[in-house]
Structure formats: structure tokens, C-alpha cells
């Protein structure tokens, strides 16, 4: 996939449960709306911690909140579907973070769709989010901050792009017949230098956007759909009580 603090106690319950949290202590919610079962992902940037393992099960209409120590952190997090047991085997039809339940810091399988967080940053306590299909789409998103000071905009994708994604674009599972469950990016179907903006490509001059990307934009003006998209697409909330990642919103 594309692009420290220590916690003091974490344990990972119920997904309908509550972790016991500081007072004024950042949470990050994860809550599935779909109407299937997802596992998250969570995959700290260098450097940070891993959150709840990397991964677990959230069954339709249940949450799970994180509790995040008051120390700068940042990464991402998506939804993995279509999981199952072969055996010792665990594997997920779309997001898959290498055979495994809790991703412990590996990142997901493009396509997904992406959630970009940042906590705990700069002179107000920011926390900065984002959602990005840049690396294609797997499930509709959308990140909503509580409690925070400012403008901090609920943002995302509501849209399931499964049901339009074009031809050349669709992650059929089994290929090349099986059911649609994700929707590639230009760079994941074509791997060109020019539509994975890379090499001369991988700056703002000269990375733009496409027919495939422009697709994503269309359905989802407010994500990121390409490597140099709009910068202000990552938006700076301060001081929020809660990071709220809402699966199928």
C-alpha cells in the first residue's frame, strides 16, 4: 500500500465496548455501519506505536474505541473484508495486511480505501485526517472529529463505488469472474509511471489527475485521488475529544 508514545494500559474488548480512557484523553472510534462483518486495519507511519495490534474483528453495527495517550502519533487505517480461516490460514478478499488478524505495523493490500490520521501535532493540538483513494476503494468512509475547536468538517466517501466502478478498474475475487470487491486505482490496474506518479512524474508539475483518478473525484470530491492531489484535502482540527472512522457512513 501506497504511501512515540507508550500507551500506559490498552486492551483490546468487545467491539460494542468502551475502552476506559484520562480524562480528556484523544479517542479514536472505529465504527462499522455496514451491514457485513469488516476487520480494520491500523498501521502506525515510522516510528509510532502499534494501536489494538494492528487489526481485529468489528461485526456489523458495533464499534471500538482506542484510547490515545497525549503524544504526537500517525498512520492509517482501512477496512479489510471478506476475511476468513483456512485452517492456521487467515486471509481477507480485499485489504489483506499478509495473512493475518492484527496487522502488528504491515500495511494493507491496495486497493482500500485509506484514512490518514495525524495526532498531537503543532502549537494547538492538532489532529489532521483525511481520506484517501489513491489507492483505490474498498469500502464507503468517512472521518468525523468530536468536541474539536475550528473547522472540522466530516470528510470522506459515502458512495459505494463498487456498483460503478469501470471495467478496467474492478478486483474481482476469484479473477477473473468472481464478485466485484474493490475498485483499483489507474496506478494498481496499469502500473505506469505516469498514473502512479513516480520518477519523473513524483512531483505536483508533473503528477496529474486522470481519467481513473477523476472517476474516484467525481463520486468523492473531498478524498484524495491522486499521489499530488490538493494538500488542503488533509484537514486540521484542534483539540478534538474524538476521531470517529465510520465504516459505510
Given at each position: 500500500m501506497a504511501n512515540s508514545f507508550l500507551l500506559c494500559s490498552f486492551f483490546i474488548l468487545l467491539a460494542v465496548t468502551t475502552h476506559s480512557s484520562p480524562a480528556g484523553a484523544l479517542i479514536l472510534t472505529l465504527v462499522n455501519n455496514c451491514n457485513y462483518t469488516v476487520w480494520p486495519g491500523i498501521q502506525p507511519n515510522a516510528g509510532h506505536p502499534v494501536l489494538g495490534g494492528g487489526g481485529f474483528t468489528l461485526h456489523t453495527l458495533s464499534h471500538l474505541s482506542i484510547p490515545v495517550p497525549d503524544a504526537h502519533w500517525s498512520g492509517r487505517v482501512w477496512a479489510r473484508t471478506g476475511c476468513s480461516y483456512a485452517g492456521t490460514g487467515f486471509s481477507c478478499v480485499s485489504g489483506d495486511c499478509g495473512g493475518r488478524l492484527q496487522c502488528n505495523g504491515a500495511g494493507g493490500a491496495a486497493p482500500?480505501?485509506?484514512?490518514?490520521?495525524?495526532?498531537?501535532?503543532?502549537?494547538?493540538?492538532?489532529?489532521?485526517?483525511?481520506?484517501?483513494?489513491?489507492?483505490?476503494?474498498?469500502?464507503?468512509?468517512?472521518?468525523?472529529?468530536?468536541?474539536?475547536?475550528?473547522?472540522?468538517?466530516?470528510?470522506?466517501?459515502?458512495?459505494?463505488?463498487?456498483?460503478?466502478?469501470?471495467?478496467?478498474?474492478?478486483?474481482r475475487v476469484p479473477a477473473p469472474h468472481g464478485p466485484v470487491v474493490a475498485c483499483k486505482s489507474g496506478c494498481e490496474a496499469f502500473h505506469t509511471d505516469e498514473l502512479c506518479c513516480r520518477n519523473h512524474f513524483n512531483n505536483p508539475q508533473y503528477c496529474k489527475p486522470s481519467v481513473y483518478s477523476t472517476f474516484f473525484k467525481h463520486a468523492c470530491p473531498s478524498t484524495f485521488t491522486f499521489a499530488h492531489d490538493a494538500p488542503s484535502l488533509m484537514h486540521h482540527c484542534s483539540s478534538p475529544r474524538e476521531l470517529k472512522v465510520i465504516f459505510c457512513h
Open positions: 482500500a480505501t485509506l484514512a490518514q490520521v495525524e495526532v498531537h501535532h503543532g502549537a494547538n493540538d492538532y489532529a489532521s485526517y483525511g481520506v484517501s483513494l489513491v489507492d483505490g476503494f474498498n469500502v464507503a468512509m468517512t472521518v468525523t472529529p468530536h468536541e474539536g475547536k475550528g473547522v472540522c468538517p466530516v470528510v470522506g466517501c459515502r458512495v459505494d463505488l463498487l456498483a460503478t466502478c469501470p471495467h478496467v478498474l474492478q478486483h
